[in-house]
């Protein structure tokens, strides 16, 4: 199996505007040296681990530790940790795994310091889950799959997802936050009134004109997601767009738990978070699936990853200090829907997570169309999603001061 190597920055091509002419780029490395000279703050440890039993084997697992937004450059690194839930056959969370993270890397722009790295996250994450769902369903495979990825970058955690493989976030305090959104019909009214009105039907299973029985699925297909990567045998409505959110921890840090449904239909976020508290990384996620087949059998693949994200010097595990009540102001500090606030290398206030961005739109050119550095190649148009060159004729004109995204006429 191959390991993806995210190493590798995308190169912007050879034509620059006139003001890049004019005026010298800074190199990336001395931005970020620069940026850790002048803010000497203390990087948060990561503590993780990772359980799972297999049912179909159609679960897949990404824990990458070593990742680096300048090659050679230690100082610049981030951590990715995803899950996969397949369906249908194997391929899609396969080819998932070991795409995705290369295809996210790829959409990110070379010339950005770090700040401006985690500014162009977001959208460089939702490229990524088209460009890797474009790929596999040229396979012509039907299988499909979930996919929940996370990137931790010192306090700073942004994550996205399709499907239902959920990701939250137990803080210090004990209060327990979603850091997804699950795309299951049954549950997720926005989602089928979008598959409604984009032609698809909502519905239960119907045998032979008997009662209707199981959960709501989209039809044709079946399928009780509205958001994956892959089937391809199932109309647009479904889509690779992922939900993102992106929150800084304060230094207290906290505990991500991202796990595939085999644990979320059998614990709920509370239940989960509590079942493992005060356990190292490893014994929790390996606490979590006993108490998933504890309370519900083998039914499917259950597959958990367990981050402690702690302050250099903590090495005990999280135990709450106190009940939590759940007080959204006092645990979170809103930003704007769909914006990013301003980003630093320090943690949030003290018991506060700052939530920095937050966007679930279904539509590609509401989360690609304004927000990312033009791309171009030997003068050019390059789609940010597959990295292909677009006819002007197409793309229309450039403007070099401007901050667009360009995407071809097909993904639009």
């Given at each position: 199996?191959?390991?993806?190597?995210?190493?590798?920055?995308?190169?912007?091509?050879?034509?620059e505007?006139?003001e890049a002419?004019r005026s010298p780029l800074?190199p990336l490395a001395?931005?970020?040296?620069?940026e850790?000279?002048?803010?000497?703050?203390?990087?948060?440890?990561?503590?993780?681990?990772?359980?799972s039993?297999?049912?179909?084997?159609e679960?897949y697992f990404?824990i990458?530790t070593?990742c680096q937004?300048?090659?050679g450059?230690?100082?610049?690194?981030?951590?990715?940790f995803a899950?996969?839930?397949?369906?249908?056959?194997?391929?899609?969370?396969?080819?998932?795994?070991?795409n995705?993270?290369?295809?996210?890397?790829?959409a990110?722009?070379?010339?950005?310091?770090?700040?401006?790295?985690?500014?162009?996250?977001?959208?460089?994450?939702v490229?990524?889950?088209?460009?890797?769902d474009?790929?596999f369903?040229?396979?012509?495979?039907n299988s499909?799959?979930t996919?929940?990825?996370?990137?931790?970058d010192?306090?700073?955690?942004?994550?996205?997802?399709v499907g239902d493989?959920?990701?939250?976030l137990d803080l210090h305090d004990?209060?327990v936050?979603?850091l997804t959104v699950?795309?299951r019909?049954e549950?997720?009214?926005?989602?089928r009134?979008?598959?409604?009105?984009?032609?698809?039907?909502?519905?239960?299973?119907?045998?032979?004109g008997?009662p209707?029985?199981?959960?709501?699925?989209?039809?044709p297909?079946g399928?009780?997601?509205?958001?994956?990567?892959g089937d391809?045998?199932?109309?647009?409505?479904?889509?690779?767009?992922?939900?993102?959110?992106?929150?800084k921890?304060?230094n207290?840090?906290?505990r991500?738990?991202?796990a595939?449904d085999?644990?979320w239909?059998?614990l709920?976020?509370e239940?989960?978070?509590?079942?493992c508290?005060?356990l190292?990384a490893?014994?929790?996620?390996?606490q979590?699936v006993?108490e998933?087949?504890?309370?519900?059998?083998l039914?499917d693949d259950?597959?958990c990853i367990v981050?402690?994200?702690i302050?250099?010097?903590?090495?005990?595990p999280?135990v709450p200090?106190?009940?939590?009540?759940?007080l959204?102001?006092r645990?979170?500090?809103?930003k704007s829907?769909?914006?990013?606030s301003?980003?630093?290398?320090?943690?949030?206030?003290?018991?506060?997570?700052?939530?920095?961005?937050?966007?679930?739109?279904?539509?590609l050119?509401e989360?690609?169309g304004t927000?990312?550095?033009?791309?171009t190649?030997?003068?050019r148009?390059?789609?940010v999603?597959?990295?292909?060159?677009?006819p002007?004729s197409e793309?229309?004109k450039?403007f070099p001061?401007r901050?667009?995204s360009?995407?071809?006429?097909?993904?639009?």
């Open positions: 199996m191959s390991v993806p190597e995210v190493s590798r920055m995308q190169m912007m091509g050879d034509s505007p006139e002419k800074t001395t931005l970020i040296s620069r850790l000279r002048n803010d000497r703050v203390e990087k948060p440890s990561l503590r993780y681990g990772h359980a039993q297999a049912k179909k084997g679960d990404l990458r070593d937004i300048i090659p450059f230690p100082k610049s690194d981030f951590a990715v899950v996969f839930d397949g369906h249908e056959g194997n391929a899609a969370a396969l080819f998932a795994k070991e995705l993270l290369n295809h996210i890397v790829s990110m722009p070379r010339c950005a310091d770090r700040k401006e790295w985690s500014r162009n996250l977001p959208q460089a994450l490229a990524g889950f088209v460009k890797t474009k790929d369903r040229s396979r012509g495979d499909g799959t996919a929940t990825l996370v990137i931790i010192g306090w700073t955690v942004t994550v996205a997802s493989s959920r990701c939250i004990g209060a936050s979603l699950d795309h019909l549950e997720n009214a926005e989602e009134e979008r598959v409604t009105a984009s032609g698809g039907k909502v519905g239960r299973l119907n045998v032979g008997g209707e029985v199981g959960p709501l699925r989209c039809w297909g399928l009780c997601l509205s958001r994956s990567i391809t045998d199932i109309g647009e409505f479904i889509v690779p767009i992922p939900f993102v959110k992106q929150v921890l304060s207290a840090g906290g991500l738990i991202i595939s085999g644990i239909d059998a709920s976020s239940a989960a978070a509590k079942s508290r005060g190292p490893e014994l929790a996620a390996r979590l006993k998933a087949l504890k309370s519900r059998g039914k259950t597959t981050v402690d994200i302050p250099d010097h903590s090495h005990p999280m200090q106190r009940k939590a009540r759940n959204w102001s645990i979170f500090r809103k829907h769909g914006s990013v301003e980003l630093s290398n320090k943690p949030s206030s003290d018991g506060v997570v700052e939530e920095l961005f937050e966007e679930g739109s279904a539509i050119v989360r690609l927000n990312m550095p033009m791309s190649r030997s003068g148009l390059v789609c999603v597959c990295q292909g060159d677009i002007r793309g229309g450039v001061s901050l667009t360009w995407i071809c006429k097909g993904l639009k």
